[in-house]
């Protein structure tokens, strides 16, 4: 599975973003696509997930504020979607996508794409 991730920038406080991430591969093992971030010298943390059954989650910091969703093509999940408002600057990060798979590696990474938010 290969993710190709785009859609980050620089905004200002309160302002919008909308994060877009490609799936292209063996999608038929994809089981639930996610948005996690890195913030300077912090972990990367989950923001959010969707299920191909359309379950999501979120991270507690960015519920109201972030919707996560998704385009399936057939039943396969091929696209994920952040729309991110009411952003601030603690939402800087590097913005991962992120595939969980029925099959070894059971997870497969995007490249980063950077978020800054600037007050």
């Known amino acids: 599975v290969q993710l190709q991730a785009s859609g980050g920038g620089l905004v200002q406080l309160g302002g919008s973003l909308r994060l877009s991430c490609a799936a292209s591969?063996?999608?038929?093992?994809?089981?639930?696509l996610g948005w996690y971030r890195q913030a300077p010298g912090k972990q990367r943390e989950l923001v959010a997930t969707i299920t191909r059954g359309g379950s999501t989650n979120y991270v507690d910091s960015v519920k109201g504020r972030f919707t996560i969703s998704s385009d399936n093509l057939k039943n396969l999940m091929n696209m994920v979607y952040l729309q991110m408002n009411s952003l601030k600057p603690e939402d800087t990060a590097v913005y991962y996508c992120?595939?969980?798979?029925?099959?070894?590696?059971?997870?497969?990474w995007g490249q980063g794409t950077q978020v800054t938010v600037s007050s």
């Open positions: 992120n595939a969980a798979v029925t099959t070894r590696p059971w997870i497969y």
């Open positions: 591969g063996s999608i038929f093992s994809i089981t639930s």
